[in-house]
């Protein structure tokens, strides 16, 4: 059963903020909502994550709905090299829940 | 800064052939995890260790094993090789149960394996 849903796939122009949309409405009240992005089948690089509030950090912002059933990870300003497979992930404790993905193209 | 290293980092094997995947990381971590990418899929957890001297099935388990050598190394073996197995394997680590669910995981470049 998919935790998480997201759109197959987006375009973002370059230099522009990237705004990739999640659906987690089974998540519990304890789960924590990760953002991994995966370039050319290399390693998941993670991005951030967050429990309830909003987060920051260098590469992103993380926006959480009130009542946590979605989620939306803003990059700020898109780069080529932010082309890559953007997952958003329900973490259970002990087991990350991957689903297919965002491919997110940022054209120039 | 080596993190997560997997080796080997591409095997080719024949049907019914046993192989095992090493992985280590040099973080102090206390969980480590296998994963398998098929083509145009997410991962999905093969097997995990929350802490030295423990493993657990994770969601497709069937036709691995996993040892935990140590704290610093995770290996998954496959025994009898079947084309179906044919995927990338990744391996993460994270600081462990201690943090719940507020603990990143950190993954290696993974191992490309073919079986024919």
């Known amino acids: 059963d998919a935790k998480t849903t997201q759109p197959t796939s987006m375009d973002c122009a370059e230099g522009r903020a990237a705004n990739l949309p999640c659906n987690h409405s089974?998540?519990?009240?304890?789960?924590?909502v990760y953002w991994y992005r995966q370039i050319h089948s290399q390693g998941p690089q993670y991005i951030i994550h967050g429990l309830k509030n909003n987060e920051t950090n260098e590469m992103a912002s993380l926006i959480i709905t009130e009542d946590r059933k979605s989620s939306t990870l803003i990059l700020p300003h898109a780069t080529l090299r932010d082309t890559a497979v953007y997952y958003c992930i329900v973490n259970t404790g002990n087991q990350f829940y991957f689903g297919t993905g965002t491919s997110l193209t940022v054209i120039p | 800064n080596a993190g997560v290293t997997q080796t080997p980092k591409f095997q080719v094997l024949k049907t019914g052939q046993s192989m095992t995947l090493q992985c280590a990381q040099d973080?102090?971590?206390?969980?480590m995890y296998w994963y398998r990418q098929d083509p145009g899929m997410g991962l999905r957890l093969i097997y995990y260790?929350?802490?030295?001297?423990?493993?657990d099935k994770g969601e497709v388990p069937n036709g691995y094993n996993v040892s935990r050598l140590n704290k610093r190394e995770f290996s998954l073996r496959l025994e009898s090789a079947a084309p179906s197995q044919t995927s990338v394997y990744f391996c993460?680590?994270?600081?462990?149960?201690?943090?719940?669910?507020?603990?990143?995981?950190?993954f290696g470049d993974g191992t490309r394996l073919s079986i024919l």
């Open positions: 260790s929350a802490s030295e001297g423990t493993t």
């Open positions: 089974t998540i519990s009240g304890n789960e924590y």
């Open positions: 993460a680590s994270s600081e462990g149960p201690s943090q719940g669910g507020n603990q990143p995981q950190h």
């Open positions: 973080m102090n971590h206390n969980s």
